[in-house]
């Protein structure tokens, strides 16, 4: 099948995955059919943005306040994002596609933290897309984390670049563009540093249905913006 052709592409697209409960809710399952269907979701985003060319993708799968969701919730998405991202590796390793896991890990129970750290290090040395997945991941606490670490090195005065080093995506380039799926017109904590100049894109579809064609959508519309970084 012929690939969607683009005039121009973001070197660096990220993804707020939303809307997993509400699908499950409209065909009365348990959210957690949703988180299994939004992980298929997942997968086939990956594969889209490498086979386009993408440099660098970034997703939301689990923020640092989606520790306070129900216990059943929370431990039922850390086993299907783990085995889902471990199964997931030698194919990422077909196409080159090297891991970048961005937030807490320390909150992870430790075998679960070994198996992700394992799977990125296994793709550490590929040159293809890198593909980061924040999990445990909030924006706040990522400044916060870089604040500490600066004191630690004894700073009494800071630079941007200061900060940029101590953050999770420390060497990555900032998000060109950002899609939030869903019908949620917030951005919850995610990139707040790394997103001061982001393009944004909403759609109503719910996450588990945002298939490419909806991606596509997505990058025909950030062909036509016209960005100016204050100049
Ligand atoms: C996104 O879907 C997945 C995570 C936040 C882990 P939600 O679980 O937030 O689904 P909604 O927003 O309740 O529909
Ligand atoms: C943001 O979605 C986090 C992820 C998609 C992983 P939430 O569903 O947690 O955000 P809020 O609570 O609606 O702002
Ligand atoms: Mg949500």
Redesign the pocket.
């Known amino acids: 099948m012929a690939i969607e052709q683009f005039a121009k592409l973001p070197t660096h697209v990220a993804m707020i995955?939303?809307?997993?409960?509400?699908?499950a809710k409209k065909r009365l399952l348990p959210?957690t059919a949703?988180?299994k269907v939004?992980l298929d979701t997942f997968v086939e985003m990956v594969d889209t943005c490498s086979d386009l060319g993408i440099k660098y993708m970034t997703v939301y799968?689990?923020?640092y306040e989606?520790w306070n969701r129900e216990k059943t919730e929370v431990d039922a998405?850390m086993t299907l994002m783990e085995t889902g991202i471990r199964r997931y590796t030698p194919e990422m390793h077909r196409k080159n596609i090297r891991l970048h896991l961005m937030g807490d890990l320390s909150l992870f129970e430790e075998g679960k933290r070994a198996s992700l750290l394992a799977c990125q290090e296994e793709l550490s040395g590929n040159t293809g897309m890198t593909l980061s997945i924040c999990l445990s991941y909030g924006g706040r606490q990522e400044l916060v984390h870089a604040c500490n670490e600066l004191i630690k090195e004894g700073k009494t005065e800071i630079t941007d670049a200061d900060i940029e080093r101590h953050l999770y995506s420390a060497g990555l380039p900032d998000p060109d563009l950002i899609i939030r799926t869903?019908g949620e017109y917030r951005i919850s904590n995610f990139l707040l540093w790394q997103s001061a100049y982001a393009e944004y894109y909403f759609t109503d579809v719910?996450?588990p249905d945002f298939h490419k064609e909806e991606l596509y959508k997505a990058l025909h519309d950030f062909e036509g913006r016209k960005r100016r970084f204050g100049k």
């Not at 995955?17 to 699908?23: E, S």
């Open positions: 995955m939303d809307g997993n409960g509400r699908w959210r949703g988180h939004g799968a689990f923020s989606n998405l869903s719910l996450w």
